[in-house]
């Protein structure tokens, strides 16, 4: 049995049509710089408007042949929280694009996970994404990226931002993506909550939210969905082609995060005490996408660093990242 490291390096035969040994795929987690929520569809769906930003925490999936279908996990303190079955999204991405190739084989996944699992920053959604270009790739299926991004919108909204990477605004359900103009390179600190959130119980939250909130009455929820979609504003655009992180901080939203406050009210209290504390290194702050890690946005990568090590210090898992970060795309050579 060899020894080796499975992430040393990646193999390939001298020809192109040869069978390959792996391939190895890095996709990026996501914040939602401005997330615009509209009511409860007759689908069940909430009408979305964002713009979502790729940054540098990265998810890495190695894809070897195999007779059938198998996934493994590192990089988790508690293996338990990522499922191992058809509940993972990579193996339904794989499964799927067997299926829509009429491909017989199979393959193993191997995860790396470094993007917070259910923070809310799309570590799932990138797996698929990644599990999509390394099989298409060890497959040599061939598919190309609007067929690609067509599968991806099939497995959920954020899996086409994990391909397409960059900044970009979603729209839809967000998987109807346009690349988004934007300047500079933005300096993040991530902080993490010992406990997930599950999506679905943060829009349940919301709706709950708005239903008993009395600024919502009938005339204004009326409103509300005649203009659904909730458009990002012009101003939000101005401030991201502004390249200056002040300008961005101050137009950082996120509607979802009132269905996340209600179930974790600290969150709410930690931005608040984080925002305070930082003597105006930090610029905004926002819950990322359904929560609960939070994005606290800093004028420069010093003043991320030193948030982060503050955080630190107080006991509390604070990540640093930048974006915009590359979509899914392979990896060769040495990590």
Known sequence: MSTADPWERDSRPSDDTGPLARVHVRAPGKINLFLGVGDLDEDGYHPLSTVFQAVSLYEDVIATPADGFSVGVSGVEDPETVPLDDRNLALRAAKMLAAATAYDGGVHLQIHKRVPVAGGMGGGSADAAAALVACNELW???????????????????????????????????????????????????????????????????????????????????????????????????????????????????????????????????????????????????????????????????????????????GRTALRAHGPARGAHLVAGTD
């Open 140 to 314: 040599r299926t061939g598919l190309g990226a609007d067929r690609l991004h067509e599968l991806a919108a099939r497995l959920g909204a954020d899996v086409p931002f994990a391909l397409m990477g960059g900044t970009a605004v979603g729209s839809g359900r967000g998987d109807v993506l346009t690349p988004a103009l934007s300047r500079g390179r933005y300096e993040w600190v991530l902080l993490l909550d010992d406990e997930g959130l599950s999506t679905p119980a943060v829009y349940r939250a919301l709706d709950m939210v708005r239903a008993e909130d009395a600024e919502f009455g009938a005339a204004d929820a009326e409103a509300r969905r005649r203009q659904d979609p909730v458009q990002v504003p012009s101003s939000f655009f101005e401030s991201l082609l502004s390249g200056d992180p002040f300008e961005l901080g101050q137009s950082l939203r996120n509607q979802l995060q009132a269905g996340s406050f209600r179930l974790r009210p600290q969150l709410e209290e930690t931005i608040e005490r984080v925002c305070d504390s930082g003597g105006g290194s930090v610029v905004g702050a926002l819950v990322s996408g359904s929560g609960p890690t939070i994005a606290f946005l800093c004028e420069s990568a010093e003043a991320a660093d030193l948030t982060a090590a503050t955080l630190r210090v107080q």
